[in-house]
């Protein structure tokens, strides 16, 4: 798989930047929107989606991985997250982390600023010693 362009990087956290707007926030106030692209290319976005009883509401990054999974793709590139954070990289919480761990350790996540600037980092590096699904077929007692 090839590294991204820093013009795909860029295309990338627009689009999250653009699902944020989306955003259903009403408890928190907080706005995410994510962007996730396959391999093949193609470019999935989530909000985050809050509900009264706390616990039901959904990431912005779990709602696009979900979507892509919907439409048949589970190998992905990189996701970029956005927020209107801008002293510091809005990161995945720890939920997230395990939900992109579910698709491989090696792809990449792009954490953003308001103003578009990010860090990058790799699923395995967000989540290092992770469980994952080669886990599952280990020998047990």
Not at 73 to 97: E, K, L
Request: with cysteine; aromatic share 10%; proline share 4%.
């Amino acid at each position: 798989m090839d590294a991204m362009q820093p013009q795909e990087v860029k295309e990338l956290i627009d689009k999250a930047q653009k699902a944020k707007e989306q955003a259903y926030c009403p408890y928190s106030k907080f706005r995410v929107g994510a962007a996730l692209r396959t391999v093949d290319g193609l470019v999935y976005t989530g909000c985050n989606v809050e509900n009264a009883c706390y616990n039901l509401g959904v990431c912005a990054e779990r709602n696009a991985m979900a979507k892509a999974v919907s439409e048949g793709h589970s190998r992905f590139q990189a996701i970029a997250i956005a927020s209107d954070m801008s002293d510091q990289f809005i990161s995945p919480c720890g939920g997230c982390r395990q939900f992109m761990r579910e698709f491989g350790v090696k792809w990449d996540v792009y954490m953003s600023r308001a103003d578009g600037t990010y860090q990058k980092m790799t699923v395995e590096e967000l989540l290092p010693v992770s469980f994952g699904p080669d886990d599952l077929s280990q020998e047990k007692v």
